[in-house]
């Protein structure tokens, strides 16, 4: 048996694991990933191997049908983001898939409330500013008594929810299965994009599908209040980057944290780097030592038993 894993977390962690795939006489393939493989690169390397566990490559029909066309048996998605992969070829093709879900709630909501501070105190603009030798103090705002628009309440958003509710802050949930939970009695629901104008903050939270591309657009922004930020820790799509760069240019943003974009690795020369008061991460949000630990093990777990490995 022979298992290939591309999703960079586990890789950098995959010393740790390594004893796993031994221990059961499993051949283990680590490439080095930096974000994702290519098309054609899982083309060549998917059909190598009986079981595959995915980061964020582009797992479409087109490298499974190359899979199963060799020895590819079954396939687990690290972590909670499906976007990228194709799960009804997967059916299709009769290739056992299954994702692993509610693994990083509490990570992603700590980045992603660390980024409401930080656009509120420009926390990174001061850091920027004393290693060049300045010595700046920009006048941030207070949390307290400002507003979010939380868009997802899945588990990072409820994270998020209860993180945000402790600073004193008010919060609008925007999400179509939304419903409250236990330590949030406080957050408030709207429909997208109503009240938007309310909202000192944007926090994007929720995962990628048709009706969350693009949710953060020219005429959505429009309608926000001048000098929103904007933060988004959920997928780089649900933000139209050529209307964000355009609000920041202008002012109506005022600045924006962004883990993810349309684009992985962030081009570089897109304007948002050229923008001051823009911070990113690199996707990723959810790369702690103890939910890259558990979310493996249960990766490693499930495809064991899609194969057959006791």
């Not at 990228?84 to 980045?111: Q, R, Y």
């Not at 050229?274 to 979310?295: E, I, K, L």
Request: charged fraction near 20%.
């Amino acid at each position: 048996m022979k298992v290939l894993v591309t999703c960079p977390p586990m890789l950098g962690m995959i010393e740790s694991f390594r004893h796993m795939f031994e221990a059961k006489g499993v051949e283990l393939t680590a490439p080095p990933v930096v974000q994702t493989l290519s098309v054609e690169e899982l083309k060549e390397i998917v059909p190598q191997h009986d079981g595959w566990i995915i980061g964020d490559d582009p797992a479409t029909r087109e490298v499974f049908s190359a899979g199963k066309a060799g020895k590819l048996k079954a396939a687990v998605k690290w972590g909670i983001g499906v976007d990228n992969v194709d799960f009804n070829a997967c059916k299709d093709l009769d290739i056992p898939i299954i994702n692993t879900p509610n693994m990083f709630g509490g990570e992603v909501a700590d980045i992603a409330v660390g980024y409401v501070i930080a656009l509120a105190r420009e926390t990174f603009q001061i850091d920027s500013g004393v290693r060049a030798g300045a010595w700046p103090k920009p006048r941030g705002i207070s949390l307290a008594g400002k507003t979010v628009a939380l868009i997802g309440y899945g588990d990072i958003g409820r994270n998020a929810a209860k993180r945000l509710l402790a600073a004193d802050m008010r919060v609008i949930a925007y999400d179509p299965v939304a419903s409250q939970s236990p330590g949030t009695t406080s957050v408030e629901f709207a429909q997208w994009p109503e009240r938007i104008s309310e909202a000192d903050f944007i926090v994007v939270t929720c995962a990628l599908t048709p009706s969350s591309y693009h949710m953060i657009n020219a005429e959505t922004l429009a309608m926000a209040k001048a000098g929103v930020r904007v933060i988004n820790v959920g997928r780089g799509p649900i933000v139209d980057e050529t209307a964000l760069i355009s609000a920041l240019a202008s002012g109506h943003v005022y600045s924006a944290a962004l883990d993810v974009f349309e684009i992985e690795p962030l081009p570089g020369d897109s304007p948002l780097r050229q923008h001051p008061r823009c911070v990113f991460g690199s996707h990723n949000a959810s790369n702690t030592a103890d939910a890259v630990q558990r979310t493996s093990e249960i990766a490693i777990g499930k495809l064991f038993s899609y194969l057959g490995i006791q």
